[in-house]
């Protein structure tokens, strides 16, 4: 019951959570730094919670399944995965593992975020 209501918790998160669709992206990714988790609805339980709490940079989730295009773009061959952009342009990946769990944490892509912000000094 407690695997049931927690995996329920997981899927309500992951509709929650802003999904962006093909025109969006370009808008989000189109100017400064911004950071998109692609995953799809059938791996929610494997979502990245902490996406929305990074600092300094847009951020926004993509549902593969929904957005076959934005896969085949992005070049997304495991769920999920992390990009962060600079200008419109993709400038560090975290990609998950075999299990489907991403092994990066919020430290490590904030990095990727301030090493964006001090390079412009």
Known sequence: MKATLT?????????AAT?????????????????????A??????SVPWIEKLSDCNTARVDIASNPAMQSDHK???VPTVVVFNEGEEVKRFQANIMMTLEATEDDVQEAIDEILMSDF
């Open 19 to 39: 999904s962006v669709g093909v025109a969006e992206s370009e808008e989000v990714c189109s100017s400064g730094i911004c950071v998109i988790e692609f995953n």
């Open 76 to 78: 997304i061959v495991v």
């Open 41 to 46: 609805s059938f791996n929610s339980g494997n």
């Open 7 to 15: 995996l329920f918790a997981l899927s309500a998160f992951w509709l």
